[in-house]
């Protein structure tokens, strides 16, 4: 492993700070310069100690951006993703143009810029992933260019996944068709009506399918998909990493343990949505068939 591979893994894992690939030749008499020589040759050392867990071809991750996505849905797999040693990700959409709110008039706090086009994708993508977000979602499940380029990426893909809604959109491109899926818990019956089988859990593995659910469950769902590529050990060490570690506040993070008034007034608040989503993937489904 050489310098320059050196710095670029150093740099994932916030190493900056101990490494400067440009600076002079340290002298001995310089006990910050010793330091940092120090530093990186360990590091060197420890990576080449642990090649069983970092070693590997190098991995091709599409991530789907979308006007109207659900911004942790995107940056929690991403977190994880990025920790991975030897890859490239792609944060993909029509143009290179940042993503924000589906309503333009609605100013984006943190708009997101894709990296690849979806003509410039690679064909032999490692993860194609999908985030979710309503009312993005439903706008995407009927965008004629997204599902086109799923289910042709769907193809070819070693692993087809999403997160939250965002399975709407691969039942939609007609990837979920006959396979166990999961979703948003608001939504997740919905999958019946693209041809998917509607299953509980926070990730549902089926095949080379992986779906997560509601939001924050991405990263549960990245690290599953990070034992899938590197290994449990490798997941592991991600885990440690992020020192994701979760203690909630509450208990009421899933309509089975939320208090009932809290269930009854999310399930009022999104009956709408929901009933819109359900047409919305009935007309996919038909136009599927």
């Known amino acids: 492993m050489d310098r320059r591979h050196f710095v670029k893994i150093a740099s994932l894992f916030g190493m900056t700070s101990v490494i400067n690939p440009t600076a002079r030749a340290e002298s001995p008499a310089d006990p910050a310069g010793a330091s940092k020589a120090s530093a990186e040759q360990h590091h060197l050392e420890a990576m080449q100690r642990y ?3 970092t070693g590997g071809a190098k991995l091709k991750i599409g991530m789907l951006l979308y006007p109207g996505m659900f ?3 995107l940056a929690g797999p991403l977190a994880v993703f990025e920790a991975l040693m030897n890859r490239d990700i792609h944060l993909l959409w029509k143009n290179l143009d940042p993503v924000g709110n589906e309503n333009p008039a609605q100013r984006a706090l943190i708009p997101v810029t ?3 086009r979806f003509a410039d994708c690679p064909d032999d993508l490692d993860v194609l992933f999908v985030p979710g977000g309503v009312p993005g979602t439903l706008t995407m499940m009927e965008d004629p260019e997204v599902l086109a380029f799923l289910a042709a990426q769907g193809k070819s893909a070693r692993f087809v996944t999403s997160v939250c809604t965002g399975s709407l959109i691969l039942g939609a491109a007609g990837l979920l068709n006959g396979y166990r899926a999961t979703s948003h818990w608001v939504t997740r019956d919905v999958l019946a009506e693209l041809g998917a089988l509607p299953t509980a859990g926070r990730i ?3 095949r080379n399918r992986v779906t997560g659910g509601g ?3 991405g990263i549960d769902f990245a690290l599953r998909i ?6 449990d050990a490798y997941a592991q060490a991600v885990q440690l990493y992020l020192e994701y570690d979760p203690e909630p506040p509450f208990n009421a993070g899933s309509p089975e343990k939320a208090p009932r008034k809290v269930r009854l007034f999310l399930e009022d608040m999104f ?3 929901r009933e819109t989503a359900r047409a919305t993937a009935i007309r996919a489904f038909g136009r599927l068939g």
């Not at 990070?226 to 290994?231: N, P």
Request: aromatic residues 0%.
């Open 51 to 53: 090649d069983d867990l």
């Open 71 to 73: 911004l942790l849905d």
């Open 114 to 116: 894709p990296t690849t």
């Open 204 to 206: 549902v593995v089926d």
């Open 215 to 217: 939001v924050t469950a």
């Open 226 to 231: 990070v034992a899938l590529l590197r290994g």
């Open 271 to 273: 009956a709408g949505m």
